[in-house]
C-alpha cells in the first residue's frame, strides 16, 4: 500500500508541475516569434538602398574646391556610405538578420568594385605627372585598404580597414584641396579609368544574360552557361551595386574633367552613359528578381539589367577612343 501510495503521489505531482513547463515553453515560443519579426523589419530596413543624392560633402567656408575635390569626395562618399547607412556593412555579418541576408551584401559588393577601381586610378595615374613620379603617400595606404577582404569579421574586421582607408583618404582631400596634393585630370588618366570600368561592365552584363543560358565560343569550343537559380538575385544586385557606385563617379567625372571631355567632343558620350545608368536605378516594382525568359511571359530583370549596362558600355567604348584620340 505504502508503494501505491508513493505511486500515486508521484504522479500527481507531475501533473501539478505540468502547466508550469507549459507556460515556459508558450513563452519561449512567443519571444522566438517576436525575435524573427524583429528580424524581419531589421533585414527590410537595412535592405533599403541609398538613393542618387550627390555624394560629395559640401565644402565648408573656408574650403575651396580643385580639379579632383568632386572625385576624391565622391569616393569618400561612396566608402562612408557602406559604412553608415542603415544597419552599416552587412557583407561579414555573422548574426541575424544580417546573416540571412544576401541582397544587399551583393549590392555592397559593386559599390566595393567601383571603389577599389576608381581609388586604385588615383592613386597609379591620377595623382601622378607621370610613371617615375612618386605615387600619393596617403593613396598608398587608402588603396590597400579598400582591398581587404569584404568577409573578415574580426582580427581585424572589414569595417575597421576600410575606416582606416576612410581617413587616409580623407588626409589626401585635405591636402589637395591645400595645394599641397596633385590631381592631375588629363585625357590619358580618364581613358585608362574607363577602360577598367567597361571592362567590369562587359563582365557584368554577361553574367546578367547568363539567368536564361547562353551558349559561349571558346577556345576548348562551344560552352553552355547557365547561373545557377540561386544565385540570379545575387548578380542582379551586384550589378545594381555597381551601377549605382559608376553613376556618382562618372556625375563626379564630368565636373572634374570637364575641360578635357569639352576638348576632346566627348562631353555627350559621358552623359550617354550617365543616363543609361541612371534606368539601371529605377525602383524595383516586384518583391522578387524574376527569372522568365527572353520573349516569355514573366519579365526577365537580370536581362533588362543587362541591357541597360551593355549600352553604357557602348558609349564607354565610344568616349575612350575619344579620349585617345590625338
Request: hydrophobic share 40%.
Amino acid at each position: 500500500m505504502k508503494f501505491g501510495r508513493n505511486r500515486v503521489s508521484g504522479t500527481s505531482g507531475s501533473l501539478s508541475s505540468s502547466p508550469h513547463g507549459r507556460s515556459i515553453g508558450i513563452a519561449l515560443v512567443v519571444l522566438l516569434a517576436i525575435y524573427l519579426l524583429i528580424c524581419l523589419i531589421l533585414g527590410w530596413y537595412w535592405s533599403r538602398e541609398p538613393d542618387l543624392e550627390p555624394l560629395a560633402p559640401t565644402p565648408g567656408p573656408d574650403t575651396t574646391l580643385v580639379v579632383g575635390s568632386t572625385t576624391a569626395r565622391t569616393v569618400h562618399g561612396l566608402m562612408y556610405t557602406l559604412l553608415q547607412k542603415p544597419g552599416g556593412f552587412t557583407g561579414n555579418d555573422i548574426a541575424p538578420p544580417g546573416l540571412w541576408m544576401d541582397n544587399m551584401p551583393n549590392w555592397e559588393f559593386g559599390v566595393l568594385v567601383q571603389v577599389r577601381d576608381m581609388s586604385r586610378a588615383m592613386r597609379r595615374d591620377m595623382a601622378r605627372s607621370q610613371s617615375q613620379s612618386q605615387e600619393d603617400p596617403d593613396l598608398a595606404l587608402a588603396e590597400p585598404r579598400f582591398n581587404f577582404d569584404n568577409n573578415s569579421w574580426m582580427f581585424p574586421g572589414s569595417e575597421s580597414e576600410y575606416r582606416s582607408g576612410l581617413r587616409a583618404l580623407n588626409r589626401y582631400i585635405r591636402r589637395l584641396e591645400a595645394g599641397e596634393a596633385n590631381f592631375y585630370a588629363r585625357a590619358d588618366n580618364l581613358a585608362s579609368w574607363i577602360g577598367d570600368s567597361s571592362t567590369r561592365l562587359g563582365s557584368l552584363s554577361q553574367r546578367l544574360s547568363a539567368s536564361v543560358g547562353r551558349a559561349e565560343v571558346t577556345e576548348d569550343g562551344r560552352q553552355y552557361r547557365k547561373t545557377p537559380w540561386l544565385e540570379i538575385d545575387d548578380v542582379f544586385f551586384e550589378a545594381r551595386g555597381s551601377a549605382w557606385a559608376l553613376l556618382h563617379l562618372m556625375r563626379a567625372v564630368e565636373h572634374d574633367y570637364a575641360d578635357v571631355l569639352e576638348r576632346k567632343n566627348a562631353m555627350t558620350s559621358l552623359q550617354q552613359i550617365i543616363r543609361e545608368l541612371e534606368a539601371t536605378q529605377r525602383p524595383l516594382r516586384s518583391p522578387v528578381i524574376l527569372n522568365g525568359s527572353g520573349m516569355g511571359v514573366l519579365a526577365n530583370h537580370s536581362l533588362v539589367m543587362a541591357n541597360y549596362l551593355s549600352r553604357a558600355n557602348a558609349a564607354m567604348i565610344d568616349l575612350r577612343r575619344l579620349l585617345e584620340q590625338g
